[in-house]
């Protein structure tokens, strides 16, 4: 009996770890064909990497940054009628980018009626800001960001009220990178005519339309075509990688009764919300209508 013992002992142990080894290759079994499943699942997909956290903000003239509100998944910017602001535009990544921003619809570079496909824009640096002043108006000067009652803005009087209180950018990734820093775009190279602090006049006909329209903009405030202030840039080459803007970005704006009016708490005090209505686009979508 005594000799027999140890012997026994040692055929408990070996089946217990046999059970041990048997269980082991099972759970690998198990989730082996889990990944195998999953990996001929049409369904999964990989999480997508994270968007740049490219970003878009406005500043007073001595680099305060205005009041931003979130409402309703927009964010609203308080703005008061005479003050000047500036657009800051910051890239984190580690290439540089080009940067198409718009004002109240209007092209900040051209003056024209937004089309990130078809205007060119500011090269923002890596992991650097650019802060834009004003509407250009040459190499050296820009017309001031300032904020106005919305028929004096700049885009009523150039026939496009409805698009009053909003500014855009569209990011565009670079195909070939270059030493130079800023973006070749579609103004020439010559002085624009002296500009006094309101916007130029449009034709009669544009401005019968602008106050037709004026109505369409809900509002208190727009931006104007300010005084001459210096902003020298150059031209350079960007080859964009893609004919679509890697990241679109947008900002409201209103005084602080627009706020209010739209629920926003700026006074930390209940006022009525006013009704949505479709809100201002920064840049043109679709196809060129036929004229009125």
Excluded at 133 to 141: A, H, I, K, T, V
Excluded at 161 to 173: D, H, I, K, L, S
């Amino acid at each position: 009996m005594d000799a027999s013992a140890p012997d026994t002992e040692e055929k408990a142990m070996n089946r217990r770890r046999l059970r041990y080894v048997i269980a082991a290759l099972v759970t690998v079994s198990v989730v082996l064909g889990v990944m195998a499943a999953a990996a001929r699942s049409p369904r999964w997909r990989p999480p997508p990497p994270p968007r740049p956290a490219f970003s878009l903000s406005l500043e007073d003239g001595a680099g305060r940054s205005l009041r931003t509100f979130q409402h309703r998944g927009t964010s609203w910017v308080l703005g008061e009628d005479g003050d000047r602001y500036v657009v800051v535009v910051r890239n984190p990544t580690a290439q540089r980018v080009e940067a198409v921003v718009s004002v109240d619809g209007r092209d900040v570079l051209s003056g024209q009626s937004a089309d990130f496909v078809r205007h060119r824009g500011y090269i923002v640096p890596a992991f650097g800001s650019v802060r834009i002043e004003g509407f250009r108006q040459s190499l050296d000067d820009v017309a001031t960001f300032r904020f106005t009652n919305p028929s004096d803005s700049y885009s009523s009087r150039m026939g496009t009220p409805q698009n009053v209180g909003v500014v855009g950018v569209a990011f565009f990734a670079e195909r070939v990178r270059e030493e130079v820093a800023i973006p070749q775009d579609n103004w020439r190279r010559r002085r624009a005519p002296a500009r006094s602090k309101s916007a130029p006049r449009p034709s009669a006909g544009r401005a019968g339309a602008a106050q037709d329209r004026a109505a369409e903009s809900d509002g208190n405030i727009g931006t104007e075509y300010g005084e001459s202030r210096t902003s020298r840039v150059v031209q350079v080459s960007f080859e964009r990688a893609s004919s679509s803007p890697t990241r679109v970005l947008s900002l409201r704006y209103d005084d602080a009764d627009g706020l209010e009016a739209r629920g926003i708490d700026v006074f930390r005090t209940f006022r009525p919300s006013r009704p949505l209505r479709p809100g201002p686009q920064p840049f043109a979508q679709g196809f060129a209508p036929p004229p009125p």
